[in-house]
Every structure is written in C-alpha cells, then in structure tokens.
T-cell receptor, first 114, second 114 residues
Framework: AQSVTQPDIHITVSEGASLELRCNYS??????LFWYVQSPGQGLQLLLK??????LVQGIKGFEAEFKRSQSSFNLRKPSVHWSDAAEYFC????????????FGPGTRLSVLP | EPEVTQTPSHQVTQMGQEVILRCVPI?????FYWYRQILGQKVEFLVS????????KSEIFDDQFSVERPDGSNFTLKIRSTKLEDSAMYFC????????????FGEGSWLTVV
C-alpha cells in the first residue's frame, strides 16, 4: 500500500533563510507526487506536482521540489522564505490510474521568525 | 481559474442529526472525492465517485455516510446520524481525465458536532 512520511512535524526558520521540507513515499509503481499548502482554517492549495520528465519541478510562490527515485523522496525547497509562507505543508502521492485516491503525509508545520 | 466550491463553510449540528455537505466540482471534471481532516491531523481519504457510482472508499466511509450527484453540477456528502467524532473539516475535490490526476480541492466545510 502506498504511504507518505514527512519526518519533520514542525520547522521554524527565519525570514530570508532557505527551507527544505522532507517527504518520503512508499509506492509500488511510478508515483505521482504533489505538495499542497494549507493556511490556518483554509483549504488545500496545490504548490507543485511531479508526473514524469525533469525531476526538478517548479511551483508557485517560488517553491521547487526534486524527485529522487533512488531515495523515494520528493523534498520541497525554497531559497528564501517569506513570513507569508508560514502554513502547514502536505506531501501527497497519487496513483497512475485515473480517479485513484491520494494518500497524504501527516504534514509539516512551518513557522517563520521575523 | 475554475475552482471547487463548497457549502456551508461552517456548520454546527447536534449529535444524531443528519448533515448534508454540498460541493460544486470544476465543470469539466469527471472524478469527485471527499476527504476529511480532523483538527490537527492529516487529510484522510473518504470516497471517490465516478460515472454516478462510488469507485473507491476508505474504512472511514461506513454506512453512516453516503454520496450523491443529484444533478449535473452538485456533489453531496450526507452523514445520517452525526457523532462527536465526525467533527472535522471536510474537503470536496475533483479531477479530470488525463495523465496524472491532479486533484483540486475546495476550501472545505467545517463540521462541528455538539
């Protein structure tokens, strides 16, 4: 069965510092990988996704993620964090078949210090 | 940009009452989903729906839950007799056919059972 782990429950960084959020997945076939962000009391906004091709994908708000098949990882990065990036970040894996459900990781809460 | 819309944004109900959460998926999408997020926990899959029938459901989606697409635009989740532990944010989502099923989420409906 597919699963997603996010080893860091809570990360605090200073504004302007770089950020890396870790995501590891377990899936038997080629995964489709996603990062979503959730601000407090809000819905889930898609940051970026990986289906195939270039393993470094660019997303919105200056985020990028790199797919590493050998490490079963899909880590999210941002070179310079802004205070507005404080939120909960969820990694998710989806199946290649249409309509299959997503499995979400437990989330990483990001706090940003001024 | 098209979006998934959900109503109500927040509902408070007494234990044992029936609740219907409504969703309008993106118009050209054919797969519909409900997910749940209990406060402070990860997002959990409930059910997926395609071609007017349930295509997959989780163990959370027991006989108390049902889904329906009563017309060409709405997709509803009904909880027949709510329990305290049903208190959560419920997300509707939809996706379209095509390689890689990016799922677009609504803003969520907060359900509080008292």
């Amino acid at each position: 069965a597919q699963s997603v782990t996010q080893p860091d429950i809570h990360i605090t960084v200073s504004e302007g510092a770089s950020l890396e959020l870790r995501c590891n997945y377990s899936y038997g076939a080629t995964p489709y990988l996603f990062w979503y962000v959730q601000s407090p009391g809000q819905g889930l906004q898609l940051l970026l996704k990986y289906f195939s091709g270039d393993t470094l994908v660019q997303g919105i708000k200056g985020f990028e993620a790199e797919f590493k098949r050998s490490q079963s990882s899909f880590n999210l990065r941002k070179p310079s964090v802004h205070w507005s990036d404080a939120a909960e970040y969820f990694c998710a894996v989806g199946a290649a078949n249409y309509g299959q459900n997503f499995v979400f990781g437990p989330g990483t809460r990001l706090s940003v210090l001024p | 940009e098209p979006e998934v819309t959900q109503t109500p944004s927040h509902q408070v109900t007494q234990m044992g009452q029936e609740v219907i959460l409504r969703c309008v998926p993106i118009s050209n999408h054919l797969y519909f989903y409900w997910y749940r997020q209990i406060l402070g926990q990860k997002v959990e899959f409930l059910v997926s729906f395609y071609n007017n029938e349930i295509s997959e459901k989780s163990e959370i989606f027991d006989d108390q839950f049902s889904v329906e697409r009563p017309d060409g635009s709405n997709f509803t989740l009904k909880i027949r007799s709510t329990k305290l532990e049903d208190s959560a944010m419920y997300f509707c989502a939809s996706s379209r056919p095509g390689a890689g099923n990016t799922i677009y989420f609504g803003e969520g409906s907060w359900l509080t059972v008292v």
